[in-house]
């Protein structure tokens, strides 16, 4: 059962171009494929990755890392969301050859505790998380010393990289916050490769990649930015991803296009009324589809990429838009571009901008609707 009528349409031609670009800047990297591909589907992202030899990914959940590992993922996977080990979580990382974080003195403590348990594990592979400055999950700087001391004395944990997460990266005006962490993040990966040589280290997202905060040997996460977006956007530092391309569109048809008289108000609330004849058109995607009813005035769809306001309230599977001026008179069934497409596509940085917040959010709500 489909409960949405909207369709997302996803242009792995535009992803490839995204992430040739981004390896162009010359840093190993760990494409951020978390929430399901910020809802382009981590299946057919990790399918992208292997093809274009890039060897590592970033997933959420464990559930996610084993989905691409079973879909024939073959690289290194890191799984970003990860919960306090236990026996279970750790047989199923193990066998699945995925490196959960550890965060936590308390998850530090469950791993070996069930690794002991676990005789048959001898060198169970996971990423020490630290916290520099995001306050979110992490070890600080100063437990490092006995984090190492810790790991070294329990011989089954097996670190292998060293990673922590930036919390202002996308805002030229913190650089200076931005560059403490990664001076803090350095004195943490100088401490725990004193004792694990081997360790390799991850910082930066896309913004961290591209405004050259992080360092050289770095493994770097971009997400947004592969997805066809600039996370500096509207900032000074603006463009420094080059000419990415967006990767979703999303449509929706009319399901009905009727004249709206001189007068007469639409929608719930009747916050409409025409002010002239109007040809008003009903397309099916509302709220439940994750398009925002709460959007600002000014917000635009696409009709053959002419763009239509958006008139009256939202509704739970239907939204209306102003076809009056358009050049041709669409139908009922017609196709709309709610999100990209040809000509004056809207893009998701602009729905963003309309619904108060930003364009992660808007791919990954669209996006739920290829899963619907
Ligand atoms: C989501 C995430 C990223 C990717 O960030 P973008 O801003 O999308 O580039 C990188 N690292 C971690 C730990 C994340 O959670």
Redesign the pocket.
């Known amino acids: 059962m489909t409960a949405s009528s909207c369709r997302v349409h996803i242009r792995w031609d535009n992803f490839r171009h995204n992430l040739l670009l981004l390896q162009e800047k010359g840093k190993t990297l760990m494409p ?1 494929i ?1 929430a399901d591909a ?1 809802g382009h589907g981590a299946l057919r992202a990790s399918e992208e990755l292997s093809a274009l030899g890039i060897d590592w990914a ?1 997933i ?1 959940t464990l559930e996610e890392g084993i989905g691409i590992r079973l879909h024939g993922y073959q690289g290194n996977i890191v799984s ?2 990860s919960r306090t080990p236990d026996g279970e979580n750790i047989r199923l990382a193990h066998s699945h050859n995925i490196i959960p974080l550890i965060h936590s003195w308390d998850g530090l403590r469950a791993a070996a505790e069930a690794l002991s348990a676990l005789p048959d594990i001898q060198s169970f592979r996971f990423a020490v998380k630290m916290d520099t400055g995001m306050r979110r999950l992490g070890f600080r700087l100063e437990e490092l010393e006995e984090v190492a001391t810790f790991i070294a004395s329990t011989p089954a944990l097996s670190p292998c990289l060293l ?1 922590s ?1 930036f919390a202002t ?2 805002m030229p005006d913190e650089e200076e916050y931005t560059q403490t962490q990664a001076e803090i993040f350095q004195q943490g990966a100088n401490i725990l490769r004193h004792h694990f040589p081997e360790l390799l280290c ?1 910082l ?6 591209v405004s050259h905060t992080a360092r050289s040997g770095d493994i770097c ?7 066809g977006y600039d ?1 500096l956007f509207g900032t000074a530092g603006e463009g420094q991803c080059g000419p990415l391309l967006p990767v979703m569109e999303v449509t929706a048809p009319l399901v009905s296009v009727h004249p709206l008289h001189k007068g007469e108000s639409l929608s719930y609330a009747r916050t409409y009324t025409a002010e002239s004849e109007r040809l008003v058109g009903w397309v099916a995607i509302g709220y439940a589809d994750g398009y925002k009813r709460n959007t600002a005035a000014g917000t635009c769809m696409t009709i053959n990429g002419v763009r239509v306001p958006v008139i009256g309230r939202v509704t739970m599977q239907m939204t209306c838009v102003d076809l009056t001026d358009l050049p041709f008179t669409p139908k009922a069934g017609d196709m709309v571009h709610v999100l990209g497409g040809p000509g004056h596509a809207v893009s998701a940085q602009e729905l963003a901008d309309w619904w108060g917040t930003i364009p ?1 959010e808007v791919i990954c709500l669209l996006g739920k609707n290829s899963r619907a």
């Open positions: 951020v978390k910020y970033a959420g970003l969301l990673l997460h990266a996308d991850s930066g997202n896309t913004a961290g990649l996460r971009p997400g947004l930015a592969i997805y996370p992660y």
